[in-house]
């Protein structure tokens, strides 16, 4: 394990030279892991050692976490290269390489770089840094302050389909718009996933001409995620896509300053004649808050860091044979990255992210291992990709999706990978979305195959959905599949699912030491080689259902 103590040059050269060895043994070992010479000759437990190497050099300390744009991610993205050359994928990436390169902003905050204090007839009270209040990135200015009146809007959500407005009745022009995460539990899950969203909460108080915004947590947010948990990752950079005009895409630098404050201080902010944080936070529970005009002035401010920095997708691919469909492409997905190096818990600072998101790599370059080997020709092509910045706000999916490599490939589905947490044995996988396209049957007819039970989203109030790299295709108008392990068969599964969430989800512990189900994982990967190869020899490329509320908001956006 990797101690802050521990000499950072000594450790440097120490790591380049392993990694040196570690990447050439790969570069020769990686062909002897397709020796058997069909595909009945590969046994499911070689399958499981392949995808156990995998992740044992991803989600080594040696990799220091895989945080986008760091060396260790550099290591990573070299090593599942060479996995898909040894695979015999071709490269897809830019100027005949498997790298795709991703124009990125890093941020990093500057300690006690900001400010909070509310201006009100009774005094003023100001906000402590970290421990009560962060301000978020910004990617336009290194310095960046606002003092203006401010309004409470719900959750900021408008969703006249569903005849709600949050904004009715409040004029946001040069105000701070005060708000909380998340959507109303009436709605259905597909609208909550989609409003929960925080790119859509700023831009709609954007559009009502807010000069700032302040996301206040509840005290249910912190049960799952205590504000001092949080706190504690402070000086981690951000990141952000970076246009060729060198500024930050997707973000709203009319918003002056965005801050986040803890729910015990929730009062200091919301708090105004008959209304209190705790009636809040229970309007919240139950679907009926309304927005009001604060009292005073709040006034904000920020500073941090901004520089250029650059990452890379990892692209390789299967080229389909049919003279009519092989431009069409089926996309494989995984993000390679990882947190990196972090706040020290019971000594250890390393982010290995085994669960999240070594093994969703490792399942991938097993389905591309399994569909390399298939002696038929297939129609449509395969490409499989490593992405970076998923940690960072799905990022690398951003550029890939809108920017496909090979250039001019069309895109018409994508099968993602995220975190499968596989901890004790299990008979089912969890297709997340599946049931909003063409895609849910062929999904039943791959597991069926494989002999594959599928279950339903067992926390769809969580709106995974929008929270991996499938999302970025459907927002590209791409019908996508997010595959995570299942649950059942097994009180044991669910039980891991429980603690690996509570303790180890984006924590040190997230490392080998788990017990990872490596034959849950082929299966899984079996799963996955069976869909692509049915998405990619359809006389069809798969469609949105009609009426579909993604088909509706998305599905024009799809690139013929």
Known sequence: ???????????????????????????????????????AADSEAAQARRIEADVRFLADDLLEGRETATRGYDLAALYAAQRLQAIGAEPAGDDGTYFQAVP????????????????????????????????????????????????????????????????????????????F???????????????????????????????????????????????????????????????????????????????????????????????????LFRQAREGTLRGYDLPGTLSLSSRNRIEPAQSRNVVGRLPGQDAALRAEHVVFTAHLDHLGIGAPVKGDAIYNGALDNALGVAVMLEAAQQLARETAPRKRSLLFVALTGEEKGL????????????????????????????????TDAIPIGVEHSSLQAVLQRAAEQTGVTLSPDPIPEESIFIRSDQYAFIRNGVPAVYLIGGLSGSEAAKEQLGKFLRGEYH??????????????????????????????????????????????????????
């Open 395 to 426: 990022l690398g999916a951003h550029w890939f999706a809108s920017h496909p490599s090979p250039a001019g490939a069309a895109l018409v589905a994508n099968v993602n990978m995220d975190m499968p947490v596989l901890l004790a044995p299990t």
């Open 181 to 279: 995460a998340g959507a109303p539990k009436r709605f259905d899950h597909d609208r909550r996933a989609f409003y929960s969203s925080y790119l859509e909460k700023l831009a709609a108080v954007a559009q009502r001409g807010a000069v700032g915004a302040v996301v206040v947590a509840t005290e249910d947010e912190e049960k799952r995620n205590p504000w001092a948990r949080g706190a504690l990752q402070w000086e981690k950079p951000g990141m952000r896509l970076r246009g060729s005009d060198g500024r930050a895409i997707d973000t709203f630098p009319q918003l002056r300053v965005v801050a986040q404050v803890s729910a015990a201080r929730a009062a200091a902010v919301l708090d105004a004649g008959d209304r209190s944080a705790p009636g």
């Open 104 to 179: 990125l902003l890093r941020a990093q905050r500057i300690d006690g770089g900001g400010g909070f204090r509310i201006d009100r007839a009774t005094g003023s009270v100001s906000l402590k840094f970290r421990d009560e209040f962060l301000p978020q990135l910004n990617f336009a200015s290194g310095e960046n302050e606002v003092t203006a009146p401010a309004a409470f809007v719900g959750q900021a959500v408008f969703a006249p389909e569903l005849e709600h407005d949050d904004f009715a009745g409040i004029d946001l022009h040069g105000k701070i718009a005060v708000f």
């Open 1 to 39: 394990m990797h101690r802050l103590a521990r000499p950072f040059v000594r450790r440097s050269l120490a790591l380049c030279c392993c990694a040196a060895f570690a990447l050439a043994a790969c570069q020769r070992a990686a062909p002897t892991a397709s020796a058997p010479s069909s595909p």
């Open 507 to 560: 924590q040190p512990g997230d490392d080998v030491s788990q017990p990872i189900q490596y034959a849950d994982a082929a299966r899984l990967a079996r799963l996955n080689a069976r869909i692509g190869e049915a998405i990619a020899d359809a006389p069809q490329r798969p469609a949105w259902n009609r009426g579909d509320f993604f088909a509706e908001k998305f599905g024009k956006a799809a690139k013929p």
